[in-house]
């Protein structure tokens, strides 16, 4: 399709953004595939999970401070504490929470982290406005997972490899269309939201060398996505051909090579939300499949740390890019978001979880003379198989006594391609909350979330704020 320069509303009716808003506007509970309803509310549950850890945090703590010096608001809960602030700051807040150790969840093509943008934004918004149907916060949530991914992945992996950070700019596309969706606004004010939120986005990746400011991406994403939507319901516009406009648009700025039709094939049909992952390790989701090859070399061949010469991880040009630098000890996003720290861990202390990324084990010096023998090499072959196996690596690991062992991983463990079971991602958001909560209250908010169709938004914000 040829589209003019411009932001005609008739130039906007032919569009993938005008057909995306539609979607928005028109779903209802009802047309959400019970299985996707059932995934939807194991990742509201994720994310909580990943947001009452969050609260907690060194960063986490810096942001509220800031806002409640300049905050005087009461509209919303900030999640793990007793505070209350106004509807555009518990976004930032929340979402950074739910950012803030690398643990939310993951719909692979696209690379967003959705549950950070959507989830905050759609409680906040609700407690505001005196949404109260669980269904309701559900089709909301859904939309937003909806339009971010296809979004991201209409951008493809090109947006990630020009440097920007796909949940700061996608996020807020999908924060905008979950918001849109729970105020109820017909297709022109949606267009509109979309329009806003997709100009509001940013977020580059060297935050992932060593900064704080990574883990506010989702959280600005958020409150961008909701100020679209609220402005958009008073009339403000947007670019309303946001996403095919062949200049200054979303798509054709931001990414190389993006495919337009990715934003509306299978709309309604098929479901991405199915398709997000749930992260089993507090690192970047591009060190997964790293983390996976040494934990099964050293539990299946007995391979340990002492043993290894030298370590050789063929990947995709993006992961190189993305994860594949020489680690040099600085902060835990440092860390979490560098393959040869991860994998030497993995190898180490055969497990990957919260205590792997302790202040003190940053410097360890068994991980920094173990991840000198790290060698992480692109592949072009990899990367001719396509965005499916972005992932994917293939490692061979050489012991002092020449003898190799090789192993390759397509995909990461709690992706939609190997999806955790039920009982591992209910575990995870159990060892998360409960660093905040009660055992009772873990429990009691897990029942609440995995039944929400049937419950009330005061039933879950009351579930996130500790009892006394």
Known sequence: MTVTHGNTAAQAAAGPTATLAEFVAGLRFEDIPAPVVEHAKLAVLDTVGCGLFGSQLPWAKILR????????????????????????????????????????DLHKRSILHAGSTVVPTVLALAEARGVTAGRELLTA????????????????????????????????????????????????????????????????????FSSMVKRMHAGRAAQ???????????????????????????????????????????????????????????????????????????????????????????????????????????????????????????????????????????????????????????SPAIDAMGPSYRHRVEVEVELRGGTRHAITVDHALGSDARPLDRAAVLDKYRRLAGTVLGAGQVAALEEIVLSLERRSLAEVTAGLVPSA
């Open 224 to 378: 961008s996505g909701l100020y679209a939507a609220l402005l958009a319901e008073r009339g403000f516009t947007g670019i309303r051909d946001v996403f095919e406009n062949p200049y200054g648009g979303y798509l054709s700025t931001l990414s190389d090579g993006a495919q337009l039709d990715i934003l509306t094939r299978g709309l309604g049909e098929t479901w991405e939300t199915a398709k997000v992952g749930f992260k089993w390790y507090p690192a970047c989701g591009s060190c997964h499949t790293s983390i996976d090859a040494m934990l099964t070399l050293r539990r299946e061949r007995g391979v340990t740390a002492d043993q290894v010469a030298r370590i050789k991880v063929r990947c995709s040009s993006a992961t190189k890019e993305h994860v594949g630098w020489e680690y040099v000890p600085d902060s835990i996003t440092t860390a979490q978001m560098n393959l040869a720290y991860c994998a030497s861990v993995a190898l180490l202390d055969g497990e990957v979880f919260v205590d792997q990324f302790r202040t003190e084990r940053l410097r360890d010096p068994a991980i920094l003379e173990l991840a000198r023998r790290v060698e992480v090499i692109a």
């Open 141 to 208: 949530i859904v939309a937003g997972y909806e339009v971010g991914a296809r979004v991201g992945e209409a951008a493809g992996t090109a947006h990630l490899r020009r440097g920007f950070h796909p949940t700061g700019t996608h996020g807020a596309v999908a924060a905008a269309a979950a918001a849109a969706r729970l105020l109820n606004l017909p297709p022109a004010q949606v267009i509109d939201a979309l329009g806003i939120g997709a100009s509001q986005g940013a977020g580059l990746m060297a935050a992932q």
């Open 65 to 104: 401070e800031t806002i409640q010096t300049h905050d005087r608001g009461r509209e919303a809960t900030v999640w793990g504490t007793g505070e209350r602030v106004s509807v555009l700051h518990a976004p930032l807040l929340n979402g950074t929470f739910v950012h803030g150790f690398e643990l939310d």
